[in-house]
């Protein structure tokens, strides 16, 4: 039986960095403040950025908060009308 961890969109994610990591470090209150700061730390650097944004990308807005491949929801939001309007 595949799960979500098991599918292969998602096999990407037992080398990303976060692993280990708190989940609420990547869903917190809108805004910059130090949890922002330490995940965005933690994507900068993360061998499956792209992957792990690509897949955020693949959700309508506001279907999947938090941050992925280090951006916000507002981020990606952005990043989806730019590259539309682009």
């Not at 941050?67 to 507002?74: N, Q």
């Amino acid at each position: 039986m595949e799960t979500l961890e098991t599918h292969p969109v998602m096999s990407w994610r037992h080398r990303a960095a976060c692993i280990g990591q708190p989940i609420a470090l990547f869903f917190q209150d809108r805004g910059r403040n130090d949890q922002t700061l330490k995940a965005r730390a933690l994507c900068r650097d993360c061998p499956v950025r792209l992957d792990c944004l690509d897949f955020a990308m693949s959700f309508p807005d506001k279907e999947l908060p938090g941050i992925y491949g280090g951006l916000t929801e507002t981020e990606r939001r952005r990043m989806r009308y730019s590259r539309h309007t682009g």
